[in-house]
């Protein structure tokens, strides 16, 4: 079965260059790439700047995802949250979030959803359970290895199967390129060479990041090339296509 997934740092629908708040070019971004599943990292809900939106719900009912579910993750001066997201064409069976917050660091997390997807295969139909990690991870990188520590520790990842479909992406601030080698790879994650996202004017990081493990492969990653997305945020998406079997 192909998959399209995309990853998206959505700075609060707030531009990264005009500061403007306009969730449209962000709807329009998305859109454009008509994911199956969309994971999104710092999405408000009643903040001011952001005139008090549900976000997950306000981009769900402008993209058409029935399916979506948010946790909240640091509390914003003045009222309201933000926190990570996913929106999705199929049904979430169920969902959670892993606190990875180290010591007296910003609250970060991991934002775990589960799916039943039908393959058709040579012997005919069956079914798969896919797991999908959305991550934003922290600015240090002591941080950052601690944190994916927890993670890779974490249930219900420790418990899976080495052939059970799982994705983890996410923004994860990986300023030195070097998660994947030394933390995802040996923890059985592949990954393709990511293209830079930040800033989404002049990408010259790529922290932004996709990475699978059991039967699911990747086949292509790419970063936006539209205008609108540019302005729309700070981070340019990835977009991931993947073949689960």
């Given at each position: 079965m192909k998959l399209r997934m995309l990853t998206y740092n959505v700075h609060k629908c707030i531009g990264g260059l005009d500061r403007r708040y306009d969730p449209d070019r962000v709807r329009e971004t998305i859109a454009h790439y008509d994911p199956d599943i969309v994971l999104l990292q710092e999405v408000d809900h009643g903040a001011k700047r952001s005139n008090g939106h549900r976000?997950?719900?306000?981009?769900g009912e402008m993209l058409g995802y029935r399916h979506r579910t948010w946790f909240p993750n640091v509390r914003v001066r003045g009222g309201g949250v933000y926190g990570n997201a996913i929106l999705s064409r199929f049904p979430l069976t169920h969902t959670r979030n892993i606190d990875l917050?180290?010591?007296?660091?910003?609250?970060r997390s991991v934002l775990h959803a589960r799916y039943r997807i039908r393959l058709q295969g040579r012997r005919g139909r069956s079914t798969r359970t896919l797991h999908v990690f959305n991550m934003h991870l922290g600015l240090s990188g002591l941080e950052r290895h601690r944190q994916l520590e927890k993670f890779f520790e974490s249930e219900p990842l420790r418990g899976m199967h080495a052939q059970t479909p799982v994705v983890v992406a996410g923004d994860l601030n990986d300023v030195y390129g070097t998660l994947g080698r030394?933390?995802?790879?040996?923890?059985?994650?592949?990954?393709?060479?990511?293209?830079?996202?930040?800033?989404?004017?002049?990408?010259?990081?790529?922290?932004?990041?996709?990475?699978?493990?059991?039967?699911?492969?990747?086949?292509?990653?790419?970063r936006s090339r539209l205008v609108v997305a540019k302005s729309a945020s700070d981070h340019l998406p990835l977009i991931a296509d993947a073949e689960v079997h």
């Open positions: 976000q997950v719900d306000v981009l917050t180290i010591g007296w660091k910003k609250k030394k933390q995802f790879v040996p923890n059985g994650f592949t990954g393709l060479k990511t293209p830079a996202t930040f800033p989404a004017y002049a990408p010259v990081r790529a922290l932004d990041s996709v990475y699978v493990r059991g039967n699911i492969r990747l086949a292509k990653v790419m």
